[in-house]
């Protein structure tokens, strides 16, 4: 195994080819066939899969454990840290363990709180925030050292991610706290899923203005819609999620039957639009429970095959 080697992520975008991540959430259980099940649909389909860390505050199989599981059927992982459950001792040690086996991606995250999952009588930690999570991977790649200044026998080189939402107020903070994110250590960002493509395309225009895409990796983020339900719900229910109605009124306007295959052609269609916003590196297609359309919606998006890289 070569630790020294850049992760294939890192090279497709160096490289100046438009990436594709896609997403891969833990069993809540131990079982790997769940896993190595998505796995076999994502292979040849993204270039590396999203590995959550116990998403919406419930308890799941590792993000480490999944991320191995996920290298050993031939893909790559992006490992999720969230800083909820770990403090800066734990989250340390985690990416030196996680590093020493081979995952070479990290998303740093705050984590969904524990009062949203279905143990909401939880403690949170929170010793440090996503920022400084950041800042902690960065130093401990580019110094070899931890927290405590203490010189690492093996410093981490991981490609270092974030999340950016460019739909949350308010909106003109959106640019600065990317530019912190970035100053913190951030090489690549994965946004939240788009569907207000006037607003997404007024804060590119915002951060390309700073200077901002010449010094991280946008992945625009994309979620295909199962139904007009769906987006009813995650308009109303779900925070930071900015859903038009034209996009709702369209989901309706189809017969049920149909309604997964408009919310494809929909997901479809915003990535070619996306493909033509400067500063835009790649996407994140983030087809939750929905892993055997990944294949077909990059295809479609004239994505596959995914380009070869030494």
Same mark, same amino acid.
């Given at each position: 195994?070569? !630790?020294?080697? #850049?992760? @294939?992520?890192?090279?497709?975008?160096?490289?100046?080819? /438009? $990436?594709?991540?896609? =997403?891969?959430?833990?069993?809540?259980?131990?079982?790997?066939?769940?896993?190595?099940?998505?796995?076999?649909?994502?292979?040849?389909?993204?270039?590396?899969?999203?590995?959550?860390?116990?998403?919406?505050?419930?308890?799941?199989?590792?993000?480490?454990?999944?991320?191995?599981?996920?290298?050993?059927?031939?893909?790559?992982?992006?490992?999720?840290?969230?800083?909820?459950?770990?403090?800066?001792?734990?989250?340390?040690?985690?990416?030196?363990?996680?590093?020493?086996?081979?995952?070479?991606?990290?998303?740093?995250?705050?984590?969904?709180?524990?009062?949203?999952?279905?143990?909401?009588?939880?403690?949170?930690?929170?010793?440090?925030?996503?920022?400084?999570?950041?800042?902690?991977?960065?130093?401990?790649?580019?110094?070899?050292?931890?927290?405590?200044?203490?010189? !690492?026998?093996? #410093?981490? @080189?991981?490609?270092?991610?974030?999340?950016?939402?460019? /739909? $949350?107020?308010?909106? =003109?903070?959106?640019?600065?706290?990317?530019?912190?994110?970035?100053?913190?250590?951030?090489?690549?960002?994965?946004?939240?899923?788009?569907?207000?493509?006037?607003?997404?395309?007024?804060?590119?225009?915002?951060?390309?203005?700073?200077?901002?895409?010449?010094?991280?990796?946008?992945?625009?983020?994309?979620?295909?819609?199962?139904?007009?339900?769906?987006?009813?719900?995650?308009?109303?229910?779900?925070?930071?999620?900015?859903?038009?109605?034209?996009?709702?009124?369209?989901?309706?306007?189809?017969?049920?039957?149909?309604?997964?295959?408009?919310?494809?052609?929909?997901?479809?269609?915003?990535?070619?639009?996306?493909?033509?916003?400067?500063?835009?590196?790649?996407?994140?297609?983030?087809?939750?429970?929905?892993?055997?359309?990944?294949?077909?919606?990059?295809?479609?998006?004239?994505?596959?095959? @995914?380009?070869?890289?030494?």
């Amino acid at each position: 195994m070569n !630790l020294e080697s #850049p992760s @294939r992520l890192q090279k497709i975008l160096s490289k100046g080819e /438009f $990436a594709v991540t896609a =997403e891969c959430g833990p069993p809540r259980g131990a079982n790997p066939d769940v896993v190595l099940k998505k796995a076999e649909l994502l292979k040849g389909c993204a270039d590396a899969v999203n590995i959550t860390d116990n998403q919406t505050a419930i308890v799941r199989m590792s993000s480490i454990s999944a991320s191995v599981h996920v290298m050993k059927a031939g893909l790559e992982p992006v490992m999720q840290m969230v800083v909820r459950d770990r403090n800066r001792i734990a989250l340390q040690s985690d990416i030196l363990g996680a590093w020493s086996l081979g995952i070479k991606n990290i998303l740093c995250l705050s984590g969904d709180h524990q009062t949203f999952g279905s143990q909401p009588e939880a403690l949170n930690v929170f010793d440090i925030d996503s920022m400084n999570l950041l800042r902690l991977v960065k130093d401990m790649r580019d110094e070899g050292r931890d927290m405590s200044g203490f010189e !690492l026998d093996g #410093p981490p @080189r991981m490609f270092i991610g974030a999340a950016a939402n460019p /739909f $949350a107020d308010p909106f =003109e903070y959106r640019v600065v706290r990317l530019a912190k994110k970035i100053d913190a250590g951030a090489d690549f960002i994965q946004t939240q899923c788009i569907y207000n493509m006037d607003r997404f395309k007024k804060w590119m225009k915002l951060i390309n203005e700073e200077g901002l895409t010449e010094k991280v990796y946008i992945l625009a983020g994309v979620m295909p819609l199962k139904s007009a339900g769906m987006a009813r719900y995650m308009k109303n229910k779900v925070a930071g999620m900015d859903i038009p109605d034209d996009i709702i009124k369209r989901m309706e306007g189809v017969p049920k039957e149909k309604a997964a295959q408009e919310g494809i052609s929909l997901c479809i269609e915003q990535i070619a639009e996306l493909r033509q916003i400067k500063g835009i590196h790649g996407i994140h297609l983030m087809a939750i429970e929905w892993e055997d359309k990944v294949k077909g919606i990059v295809e479609k998006a004239g994505l596959y095959p @995914r380009p070869e890289i030494d």
